[in-house]
C-alpha cells in the first residue's frame, strides 16, 4: 500500500526533524518539501511508522504493508494551503516509481485519513487526488447516470465498509438515522467524511449527498 500524509507542521525542517527524532516514534519512508525536493528517511522495505491505529479492508497493522510519504503542509491546524505545482510533480513522480517498483495496485493508494477516519484529516480535501489519478496513480471514481439514483444510509453504510473502510456497526437503520436527524454513527460518518476528502471533496460536510453516492457505487464496482 502507499500511504499519504501532511506533516501538520509550521515548516518543513520542523518536519524532518521530528521524523529524525527516535524519541518523536514517527517515521515515513519520503518526505516532499513543497519546492519538490524529496528526502527518503526509511529504507522502502524497512518498517517506517507512519500509519499509527489503522484499518483497511481487514488488515490493522498497515505500517508492515505499506510505504509513506509525507507532504509538507501546515495542515488543518496551523493554516492548510494548496500543495504547490512543484510538489505534485515531485510526489506523483515518486509515487508512479514507487507504485511500479513495488507492484502496488491502483486501489491501494489512499490516504492517511482513509486508514484512520477518526484521528486523521491528512492529506485532505486540498490535495489534488484527480491529478495524481490522471496520472494512472490511485483511483478516481466514474459514475454513471444511475448512480446518483435512490439510495438509503445503510447501503452507503455498506458500501463504505466493502470499499475498505473501517465501518464498526452494521448501522443503524435509515429511518432512526432520519429520525436523529445526524448521522448513523460515528464510525460511518468519520468514513463518509474521509471518502469525500479524498473522492468528492466539493461533498464535504454535506452528508451522503447525491455526488458522494454515485461516486461510492461507481468505485466499488470498478475496484472489483
Ligand atoms: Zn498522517
Same mark, same amino acid.
Given at each position: 500500500?502507499?500511504?499519504?500524509?501532511?506533516?501538520?507542521?509550521?515548516?518543513?525542517?520542523?518536519?524532518?526533524?521530528?521524523?529524525?527524532?527516535?524519541?518523536? #516514534?514517527?517515521?515515513?519512508?519520503?518526505?516532499?518539501?513543497? /519546492? $519538490?525536493?524529496?528526502? !527518503?528517511?526509511?529504507p522502502d522495505d524497512?518498517?517506517?511508522?507512519?500509519?499509527?491505529?489503522? =484499518?483497511?479492508?481487514?488488515?490493522?497493522?498497515?505500517?508492515?504493508?505499506?510505504?509513506?510519504?509525507?507532504?509538507v503542509n501546515p $495542515?488543518?491546524? =496551523?493554516?492548510?494551503?494548496?500543495?504547490? !505545482?512543484? !510538489?505534485?510533480?515531485?510526489?506523483?513522480?515518486?509515487? @508512479?516509481?514507487?507504485?511500479?517498483?513495488?507492484?502496488?495496485?491502483?486501489?491501494?493508494?489512499? +490516504?492517511?485519513?482513509?486508514?484512520?477516519?477518526?484521528?486523521?484529516?491528512?492529506? @485532505?480535501?486540498?490535495?489534488?487526488?484527480?491529478?495524481?489519478?490522471?496520472?494512472g496513480i490511485g483511483?478516481?471514481? /466514474?459514475?454513471?447516470?444511475?448512480?446518483?439514483?435512490?439510495?438509503?444510509?445503510?447501503?452507503?453504510?455498506?458500501?463504505?465498509?466493502?470499499?475498505?473502510?473501517?465501518?464498526?456497526?452494521?448501522?443503524?437503520?435509515?429511518? /432512526?438515522?432520519?429520525?436523529? +436527524?445526524?448521522?448513523?454513527? #460515528?464510525?460511518?460518518?468519520?468514513?463518509?467524511?474521509?471518502?469525500?476528502?479524498?473522492?468528492?471533496?466539493?461533498?464535504?460536510?454535506?452528508?451522503?449527498?447525491?455526488?458522494?453516492?454515485?461516486?461510492?457505487?461507481?468505485?466499488?464496482?470498478?475496484?472489483?
Amino acid at each position: 500500500m502507499l500511504i499519504l500524509h501532511y506533516t501538520g507542521m509550521r515548516t518543513g525542517a520542523d518536519a524532518l526533524a521530528r521524523l529524525c527524532d527516535p524519541q518523536a #516514534e514517527v517515521s515515513a519512508h519520503y518526505l516532499v518539501e513543497e /519546492d $519538490g525536493r524529496i528526502f !527518503q528517511l526509511v529504507p522502502d522495505d524497512r518498517r517506517a511508522w507512519h500509519a499509527g491505529a489503522s =484499518f483497511w479492508a481487514g488488515d490493522r497493522d498497515i505500517n508492515s504493508r505499506s510505504i509513506g510519504i509525507e507532504l509538507v503542509n501546515p $495542515g488543518h491546524e =496551523f493554516g492548510y494551503r494548496p500543495f504547490p !505545482q512543484a !510538489q505534485m510533480r515531485a510526489v506523483t513522480a515518486l509515487a @508512479g516509481s514507487l507504485m511500479r517498483t513495488h507492484a502496488i495496485p491502483a486501489r491501494h493508494v489512499l +490516504g492517511h485519513s482513509d486508514i484512520a477516519p477518526a484521528r486523521k484529516q491528512d492529506p @485532505g480535501e486540498k490535495f489534488d487526488w484527480l491529478a495524481l489519478a490522471m496520472a494512472g496513480i490511485g483511483l478516481w471514481p /466514474d459514475p454513471r447516470p444511475a448512480d446518483g439514483m435512490a439510495w438509503d444510509g445503510n447501503e452507503v453504510a455498506r458500501l463504505l465498509q466493502s470499499f475498505g473502510y473501517q465501518v464498526t456497526s452494521n448501522g443503524i437503520s435509515w429511518d /432512526d438515522h432520519i429520525a436523529r +436527524g445526524k448521522s448513523w454513527d #460515528e464510525a460511518t460518518d468519520s468514513a463518509l467524511t474521509a471518502f469525500q476528502r479524498h473522492f468528492v471533496p466539493a461533498s464535504l460536510g454535506r452528508g451522503a449527498d447525491r455526488d458522494s453516492v454515485a461516486a461510492l457505487r461507481a468505485l466499488v464496482r470498478d475496484s472489483d
